[in-house]
């Protein structure tokens, strides 16, 4: 089939997913908002053709009633000029299939009447999403907060209303949705590639730049996010170091992620919320076995990942990121919150252990216990890797993927 992947930082959701498309026959195109590597190809996506709309943040006027809702519907009509010119010159897909949160499917309907339609509207916005009622450091949401995540709906439900389907990758996610519209979705993880994250070369090492060199056995704990910030649950994190380290003089937490705001309110300290805690808490720190890396290259995050004790994942109901199926892929023991989307993905004492998002004691008991006896939990780990293996690998989402598109066309 001839399928059109649409993500405004392509690949997105789609890296893994679309060479394994490619592998099983297809002929895939990516279409994102600005240009990326050598002769418009994608990185890491087994070189699949990436192409471009126009898009440069406008310069919008103060008064308008919401300034990302303007900035979307400009994004939706650079995609349509996009693929106008795409029709123009011959070119109809047999699928679509795109993220739905900036507007890029507004107006494909009409460019492609004849090819199937699918939306990943990823989440439906609400308060609880981003803490308010969840999150004990919150308190309450203004209404011109509220007004903000009700209009920056807007764009997923038409997108929802023209599209064949809809795909999430977690329950969850679907019942985020209001109820009358969750018959329209289907549940399909996007998928890990299992080979990029299993590793073939024996135990490992890691040499960290601002200390030892760390090895499979060593008594290390890991914490990994794009941005280390509350809705990633680094703010609980912190709070149970000091606790874990005190009791282990020889255990080291490698923490990776950078100091951006990321999804929710941003830090009134210079330094972020990394600044905060640590001005908090860095009495109670031992910093020498304290380790912070910036964002890391995506090998060495997993290597990082092979030669782990405990993984913590921490976060607020949100989407389940790809670096927690990764963590139990590499066969580190995921210390996770006790929340959905985290709960859909782990079982607590089979194949990973769950905690209260708040609880930082209840957090530090289960990492000493992990800590002091390291073979009791080995099972545990392999059977997240298990997990990880019969639910989320890329294969077994591309042939999910495919099966939903024939059956959608044959519905047309």
């Known amino acids: 089939m001839e399928l059109l992947l649409i993500h405004q930082n392509h690949p997105g959701q789609f890296r893994d997913l679309t060479p394994a498309l490619e592998r099983r026959g297809h002929r895939v195109i990516g279409l994102g908002a600005t240009p990326r590597g050598p002769a418009g190809a994608a990185a890491g996506t087994g070189g699949c053709p990436r192409l471009h709309y126009d898009w440069r943040p406008p310069d919008l006027p103060q008064d308008l009633a919401d300034p990302l809702l303007e900035a979307n519907l400009r994004r939706a009509t650079r995609v349509q000029e996009r693929c106008l010119e795409l029709r123009t010159q011959g070119y109809v897909p047999d699928a679509v299939v795109g993220h739905s949160g900036w507007g890029e499917l507004l107006h494909l309907r009409d460019i492609w009447p004849e090819a199937v339609l699918i939306a990943y509207p990823e989440l439906y916005a609400s308060p609880r999403l981003l803490g308010y009622g969840f999150d004990a450091d919150l308190g309450e949401p203004t209404p ?83 941005n280390l910030e509350p809705l990633r649950g680094f703010r609980s994190f912190l709070r149970a170091l000091p606790t874990v ?63 782990s004790a405990a993984h913590v994942y921490l976060s607020y109901p949100y989407a389940l990121s790809w670096s927690v199926l990764e963590a139990m892929a590499c066969g580190a023991l995921v210390v996770g919150s006790d929340n959905p989307p985290v709960s859909e993905l782990i079982q607590h004492g089979r194949n990973g252990l769950l905690v209260p998002f708040n609880d930082a004691g209840r957090l530090a008991d289960s990492l000493l216990g992990v800590l002091d006896d390291p073979g009791r939990f080995a099972a545990m780990a392999e059977a997240g890797q298990a997990t990880v293996a019969s639910r989320y690998e890329v294969n077994r989402a591309a042939e999910a993927f495919e099966a939903l598109i024939r059956s959608l066309r044959l519905l047309r």
Not at 156 to 184: M, N
């Open 144 to 226: 011109a907060q509220r007004a903000q995540w009700r209009r920056g709906n807007l764009m997923g439900l038409a997108a929802i209303a023209e599209a064949d389907a809809c795909v999430v990758p977690t329950l969850f996610a679907r019942d985020t949705f209001p109820a009358h519209l969750r018959g329209r979705f289907h549940v399909l993880h996007e998928g890990i590639s299992l080979p990029t994250a299993t590793d073939h070369g024996g135990a490992g090492s890691v040499r960290l730049p601002d200390g030892p060199t760390l090895r499979k056995g060593d008594p290390v704990i890991t914490f990994a996010s794009r």
């Open 245 to 307: 380290l005190a009791s282990r003089p020889e255990a080291r937490a490698v923490i990776v992620g950078g100091t951006g705001s990321g999804y929710g309110a941003p830090s009134p300290h210079p330094e972020g919320h990394k600044g905060e805690l640590l001005a908090l808490l860095g009495h109670r720190l031992p910093r020498e076995r304290l380790h912070f890396l910036p964002t890391l290259p995506h090998r060495e995050l997993l290597a990082l990942f092979r030669i």
